[in-house]
Antibody
Framework: QVQLQESGPGLVKPSETLSLTCTVSGGSISGSYWTWIRQPPGKGLEWIGYISSSGSTNYSPSLKSRVTISLDTSKNQFSLKLNSVTAADTAVYYCARRERSTRDWTNWFDPWGQGTLVTVSS | DIQMTQSPSSLSASVGDRVSITCRASQSISTYLNWYQQKSGKAPKLLIS???NLQNGVPSRFSGSGSGTDFTLSITNLQPEDFATYSC?????????FGQGTKLEIK
């Protein structure tokens, strides 16, 4: 059973870079799409972007200029970098696998990591 | 971007009740609609994919319906563990977007 676990600093200063890693266990990172999603305190979920196991990426237009998602297949990990952060980037950050049906191409997020709170503050 | 609007934003119900939550997309998304359950301080959990496909291990009291722009999540015979926040999500195109969530509380 695939499990995901986020790791990284819980506090980042304004204007600096937020860096998080998601470690995938119980299965290979190959053959799937891997996603980052965030949730500001008390608010809804926001999709950040995904990376395929071949390294192709797709980012939310609202964050595209500041986001990089990368992959390390040797470590079964993928990572998120978000630069020039402000207080508005304070959120719980989740990693998840994007699954897709081969029958009708519908897709969904499952499983999810437990999430990690990142606070942007000086 | 496709906007997802859920109603109501919050809902009070009692154990044993039947409730429905609605999700409306700003454009047609066929059945590219997923439902998640999120308990306080926990990650979302996938309940239903492709509008009506119940995930393995999810109780049959949960069901989903709809296509196009209007979707419904129904829960019959509410159990104490069902009180949580429910969010819809469109996977028709990127950027993937979520509804604002519906908080289901005990009356």
């Amino acid at each position: 059973q695939v499990q995901l676990q986020e790791s990284g600093p819980g506090l980042v200063k304004p204007s600096e870079t937020l860096s998080l890693t998601c470690t995938v266990s119980g299965g290979s990172i190959s053959g799937s799409y891997w996603t980052w999603i965030r949730q500001p305190p008390g608010k809804g979920l926001e999709w950040i972007g995904y990376i395929s196991s071949s390294g192709s990426t797709n980012y939310s237009p609202s964050l595209k200029s500041r986001v990089t998602i990368s992959l390390d297949t040797s470590k079964n990990q993928f990572s998120l970098k978000l630069n020039s952060v402000t207080a508005a980037d304070t959120a719980v950050y989740y990693c998840a696998r994007r699954e897709r049906s081969t029958r009708d191409w519908t897709n969904w997020f499952d499983p999810w990591g437990q999430g990690t709170l990142v606070t942007v503050s000086s | 971007d496709i906007q997802m609007t859920q109603s109501p934003s919050s809902l009070s119900a009692s154990v044993g009740d039947r409730v429905s939550i609605t999700c409306r997309a700003s454009q047609s998304i066929s059945t590219y609609l997923n439902w998640y359950q999120q308990k306080s301080g926990k990650a979302p959990k996938l309940l239903i994919s492709a509008a009506s496909n119940l995930q393995n291990g999810v109780p049959s009291r949960f069901s989903g319906s709809g296509s196009g722009t209007d979707f419904t999540l129904s829960i019959t015979n509410l159990q104490p563990e069902d009180f949580a926040t429910y969010s819809c999500q469109q996977s028709y195109n990127t950027p993937y977007t979520f509804g604002q969530g519906t908080k289901l509380e005990i009356k």
